[in-house]
Nanobody
Framework: QVQLVESGVGLVQPGGSLRLSCAAS????????MSWYRQAPGKERELVAH????????DYADSVKGRFTISRDNTKNTVYLQMNSLKPEDAAVYYC?????????????WGQGTQVTVAS
């Protein structure tokens, strides 16, 4: 059974930092591209950051470039999102996603989400 479990729920003040973790089980983690998405109330879910398999190439939404860093530790089956200089507009439920394209099958798994609140 595949599980992606996010952690790092937090209330942080504007300008503060928070690190989210997503621990995976039931998959060969190093084979999967990993991403962080977020969804704020009334808004669509959006891609925040992506890191390829087994790791090295990253990509970010323009809104978080220079402030957020995605990384992975394949020995711990965990992907991280370091969030610095947080803004109120970063508040959302954050989800991790694991994807593997092995033609003709696409493996696609989501975590349950973790709430990030940015408020003074």
């Amino acid at each position: 059974q595949v599980q992606l479990v996010e952690s790092g729920v937090g209330l942080v003040q504007p300008g503060g930092s928070l690190r989210l973790s997503c621990a995976a089980s039931g998959i060969i983690f190093s084979n999967y591209a990993m991403s962080w998405y977020r969804q704020a109330p009334g808004k669509e879910r959006e891609l925040v950051a992506h890191i390829n398999s087994p790791g090295g190439t990253t990509d970010y939404a323009d809104s978080v470039k220079g402030r957020f860093t995605i990384s992975r530790d394949n020995t711990k089956n965990t992907v991280y999102l370091q969030m610095n200089s947080l803004k109120p507009e970063d508040a959302a439920v954050y989800y991790c996603r694991a994807q593997l394209r092995s033609f003709p099958i696409i493996y696609d798994y989501w975590g349950q989400g973790t709430q990030v609140t940015v408020a003074s």
